[in-house]
């Protein structure tokens, strides 16, 4: 690795785009995609990079239009961050990369290479133990279908660690990222006061 | 999304050089670029990975020379620099108020005055017609919604709303905004960063091709201390400006010496209210003040049906926002 300019994006290698062409169209690695008006095929690379998530590395060869939201649910099957809108609009695939709440979303997985992500998956302990904001979500009932629940929670570590959880008001206004269908905005409050001052001196920084 | 290449740059130089050909974007927090590239609007065959430039480029500094902010610098940093809230709350707050946690956390302030406008046309390619999208191709918008659309700066091309905030705060202040470029550094003031749409609504910015910005300046206003934001949107948090308004005072007793006013929400691009600014000069901040200042602001406004309703929202938040800043103690 120390021989790698760029952490985490391990080397690249060749090879066709997306385009709808079968692989005996040998001309169009070489083809200047300038001089199509609408290059749809052209040459691209896949990037062998490290994904850090949950405290484990794994190596992924990916396109690099992959993002990091794919890259958990389809190549690493960490289902638990949500594609809601795909857009950056409704929080549900939010995790923590270096310990900040982002939006897997709208990160290439390339761009989080050499990063530690943290998802929902990586909070409880090997025993089970429940982080103390997954504990206050059930205690106070703060879900209802429960499909924005996994961002609801990486949100709130995120907006705790901010220092953003002081007043009610101020937690509406810092978890306002994460948007709720069943409307479980009130409980989802009191759980983030209940868990925050059990979060004092503890960081969630890598699973 | 089409296929690009990707690269990643640790150095200014090779960031300009890796964006030297043709159809290439930089890439920071990527919150405007990848959701318009998923969109199909933003094309890029080349995507130049700038963030490892943070290290260099991501600083909040203060001193005698006024306040520099790296071009790498989260929304989130920014807004929450207990320096800036103190001696520049427009600042802290056009950027607390925009978007949400996690974007702020993601976004930089260089990515974030190049944001594109929210027109729906404009990000819905299946409207064939959209002169920024396509140069010649028409303006869907003029016969469709228009509510969240410009009534200050418009031209028959293009009248599509200039959507960030940040950018508000800068323009007041007098802010600068400084490049690397292939043909060395230059420092432009903020106010020519952005360009009327006129006939050309697909230029938007002063950029040359493969321009970095890689900061902004604010020269020493002391009185800048009695700032404010004040944004007015369909809801109360995470979600657009409908009107808004950037106010810096600097009062002598009840008589304003200078005004700085800014627009946002209602223009095609960030919008210095001069006008305004100029009426207000010398006068006592008061409600017929205030008020004859927002008429200033909203002389030149055109509406277009929906959007019938934005200058006299405009007109109530900057009188607002000017009586929230004469409130401050500086
Ligand atoms: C759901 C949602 C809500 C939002 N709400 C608000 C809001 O209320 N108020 C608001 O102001 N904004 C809002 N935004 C917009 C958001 O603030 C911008 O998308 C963000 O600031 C862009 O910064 P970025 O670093 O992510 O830019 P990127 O997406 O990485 O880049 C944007 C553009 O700038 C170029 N670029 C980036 N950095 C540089 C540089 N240093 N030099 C030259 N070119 C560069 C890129 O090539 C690209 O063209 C919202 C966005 C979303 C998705
Ligand atoms: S207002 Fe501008 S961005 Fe919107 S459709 Fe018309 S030309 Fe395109
Ligand atoms: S899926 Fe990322 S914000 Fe909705
Ligand atoms: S619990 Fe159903 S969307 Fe939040």
Same mark, same amino acid.
């Given at each position: 690795m120390t021989t790698q300019p760029t952490p985490g994006v391990v080397g690249r290698r060749s090879l066709l785009g997306s385009g709808a062409v079968s692989a005996a169209a040998p001309l169009l690695a070489v083809a200047p995609a300038a001089a199509q008006p609408t290059p749809i095929l052209k040459e691209t &690379?896949?990037?062998?990079?490290v994904l850090r998530v949950n405290g484990q590395e794994h190596r992924l060869a990916l396109d690099p239009r992959v993002t990091l939201l794919d890259a958990l649910r389809e190549e690493l099957g960490l289902t638990g961050a949500k594609k809601g809108c795909d857009q950056g609009q409704c929080g549900a695939c939010t995790v923590l990369l270096d310990g900040r709440r982002v939006l897997s979303c709208l990160t290439l997985a390339a761009r989080a290479a050499g990063g530690a992500v943290t998802t929902i998956e990586g909070l409880a302990t090997e025993d089970g133990g429940l982080h103390p904001?997954?504990? &206050?979500?059930?205690?106070?009932? &703060?879900?209802?279908?429960g499909y924005c629940t996994p961002g609801q929670i990486m949100s709130a570590i995120g907006c705790v660690q901010e220092g953003h959880a002081g007043t009610p008001d101020e937690i509406r206004e810092a978890m306002s990222g994460n948007l709720c269908r069943c409307a479980a905005y009130p409980n989802i409050v009191a759980a983030i006061e209940q868990a925050k001052p059990q979060m004092a001196g503890r960081r969630t920084e890598r699973g | 999304m089409r296929p690009f290449t990707y690269d990643r740059a640790d150095a200014v130089p090779a960031a300009l050089r890796a964006a030297g050909s043709g159809a290439s974007s930089y890439l920071a927090g990527g919150?405007? /670029? /990848?959701?318009l590239m998923k969109l199909d609007v933003m094309r890029p065959e080349r995507v130049v990975d700038i963030t490892p430039l943070a290290s260099r480029l991501g600083g909040i500094e203060a001193g005698p020379q006024g306040l520099r902010l790296g071009a790498l610098a989260h929304m989130s940093a920014v807004a929450d620099d207990a320096m800036?809230?103190?001696?520049?709350?427009?600042i802290a707050e056009s950027l607390a108020l925009a978007a949400s946690g996690q974007l702020r956390n993601m976004a930089t302030l260089g990515g974030n005055v190049l944001q594109r406008t929210r027109c729906n046309y404009f990000r819905d390619v299946s409207y064939a017609a959209c002169n920024k999208r396509r140069p010649g191709s028409g303006c869907s918008a003029l016969d469709g919604v228009t509510r969240l659309h410009a009534v200050l700066g418009t031209s028959e091309h293009c009248i599509a709303s200039y959507p960030g905030d940040f950018a508000q705060a800068l323009l007041a202040l007098d802010g600068t905004v400084e490049l690397e470029g292939p043909q060395g550094p230059r420092r432009i003031p903020f106010a020519e960063l952005h360009r009327l749409p006129g006939d050309t609504p697909h230029l938007e910015t002063t950029l040359a091709p493969g321009e970095l910005i890689t900061g902004f300046g604010v020269p020493p206003l002391p009185w800048a201390r009695r700032s404010v934001y004040l944004k007015v949107r369909d809801r109360e948090s995470y979600a657009f400006a409908v009107a808004s308004a950037a106010v810096a005072l600097d009062l002598d007793g009840g008589r304003v010496r200078e005004a700085r006013i800014a627009l946002g929400g209602?223009?095609?691009?960030p919008w210095r209210a001069r006008e305004a600014e100029a009426v207000l000069a010398g006068q006592v901040l008061d409600e017929a003040a205030a008020q004859r200042a927002a008429e200033a602001a909203f002389r030149d406004a055109r509406t277009h049906g929906d959007n019938d309703f934005k200058p006299e929202l405009g007109r109530r938040?900057?009188?607002?926002? /000017?009586?929230?800043?004469?409130? /401050?103690?500086?």
């Open positions: &690379a896949v990037l062998d990079l904001m997954q504990q &206050a979500f059930l205690d106070h009932d &703060a879900f209802q279908c | 919150t405007t /670029l /990848l959701d800036v809230r103190r001696d520049y709350p427009v209602v223009a095609t691009r938040t900057l009188v607002r926002a /000017l009586f929230q800043a004469q409130r /401050l103690g500086a």
